[in-house]
């Protein structure tokens, strides 16, 4: 049986994960519209890159909760492996509160930034720059939320680090 905590993770990252690979097709989608304009039009639009960087770094921010929970991001987990049993479970406590914490830091300094440029636009599509920097808040705190929900174990083995 499923508890409401896994069953608030499987949503989340279900959710997390589908809005960021439709990011990541926008943002390819832009990318071809750029090629094609600048190949066969004669000229790219001034904002066509401005949004690709906006779209593949909200990508990037919106996954990273889920992909930590996943064990698919990048890290090394030789220390896991070779720790007796109870350092191995206070290195995963250790590494679940340090991530925890940080993500919900770092998602607070990312508001604040964000309020703080709401005045000022973007070059190319002349938005508020605190639109394409919502990415980062928001990210981190889903990147907190998951590793919240996802408790102090230890984060699943890839194949490749076996």
């Keep these: 049986m499923h508890t409401l905590r896994e069953c608030l993770l499987r949503y989340s990252r279900a959710v997390t994960i589908t809005v960021a690979a439709l990011l990541l097709l926008g943002n390819l989608a832009v990318i071809l519209y750029g090629v094609f304009m600048r190949y066969l039009a004669g ?6 890159d401005e949004l690709s960087r906006f779209l593949i770094i909200s990508t990037v921010m919106l996954a990273a909760g889920a992909v930590w929970v996943e064990g698919i991001h990048m890290r090394v987990a030789l220390i896991e492996r070779l720790l007796p049993a109870p350092a191995g479970r206070l290195l995963a406590f250790y590494q679940w509160v340090l991530t925890v ?61 076996i």
């Design 101 to 161: 914490v940080l993500a919900f830091a770092a998602a607070w300094i990312c508001w604040r930034y964000a309020q703080s440029v709401a005045m000022f636009r973007t070059m190319g599509l002349g938005i508020s720059r605190s639109i394409p920097v919502m990415a980062m808040p928001i990210g981190f705190a889903l990147l907190g939320w998951q590793a919240l929900l996802y408790g102090p174990r230890f984060l699943p083995l890839q194949e490749e680090d």
């Design 43 to 48: 000229g790219a639009p001034i904002w066509m």
